[in-house]
């Protein structure tokens, strides 16, 4: 099997992983200067980070998935009626056109189908072909070649694997948070953090539950029905798992049933599996009908199948 490697690029932070034979696990992190994107596009300083920060992982793959914020990315959840396979991709790219205010020929779409009583849920991204364009160029001149494109969020709720409940991912500088209803990422969102690595855990407490609640809020305006309460779990990943008493301080600090997050796999205990969360959810299997990646395929760049 050809080795892969994950890759996590977030605004501030670069995160690669790579899962060997025997339970070995090569991995490091990042932090990312300012000017590492420009208008939402990578420049050459991420490039460079990319490239040091391989060089003293030992990661040896050079086939690698990348995940992205959802920052520049539209996603749809919607239901259509159950018909013939060879039907199926022109009725979700028709959906696609109505309900995504993007100009098909500027994004990338990738998109799951899995069956939901007489209907088929339909799961759809969109993200900006030229974002996409230049993060695959910056990788591949890292000297890497790009299998998939993923969405982080989405990443982590695979790695979680749990079908109800809040998952809610500290990194520096921004935090992930996703809930999960039936089995799918509902809805999900990347904040920024202005709270510094010098501030007290109460005050990043105090952040990240104010952002947990301005998603709530927004789910709830678009689905009055969503079953979020007090007994409602809430998975913490990320630094709640370095940061000393930090998932204790969140058992008082959010209005949720904190628990930690259980990841199927043999960890060594040198390994942080915490920070890495959406990159075990990477090298995971996905079922993408088509993927964000621009692919060479008889002569023309697509989404790949």
Known sequence: MTPVCAIELDVRELKVLQLGDGGAVHHAHSLLPD?????GMPTRILMEVLLQTLAGSGVTARLA???????????????????????LQSAVMYEAKRLIPMDPGDVYYAWHA??????????????RRDMIDGLVAAVAAAGLQVERVDLRALALARAI????????????????????VGGRPRFFRTVQLEASPVDSLDRHLEELSLSVEALLKFSRSADPQLPVGPTTPLY??????????????????????????EVVGEWPP??????????????????????LTPMASEGQRRAAA
Request: glycine share 12%; net charge neutral.
């Open 35 to 39: 000017g590492a994107y420009r208008e």
């Open 114 to 127: 899995a069956p939901a009583g007489r209907q088929l849920a339909i799961y759809l991204a969109a993200a």
């Open 236 to 261: 913490l990943t990320g630094l709640f798992g370095m940061v000393p008493e930090a998932i204790e301080a969140g058992r008082t600090g959010f209005a949720y049933e904190v628990r930690k997050p």
């Open 161 to 180: 694997g749990v079908p109800d409940g809040l998952i809610l991912d500290w990194g520096h500088g921004e935090a992930t948070l996703v809930l999960q």
């Open 65 to 87: 998935r990348v995940a992205i914020s959802d920052a520049g990315v539209a996603v749809r959840d919607f239901r259509l009626a159950r018909m013939p396979e060879a039907d």
């Open 270 to 291: 040198d390994f942080s599996w915490h920070l890495h969360v959406a990159g075990i959810g990477l090298l995971q299997p996905a079922t993408w009908r088509t993927r």
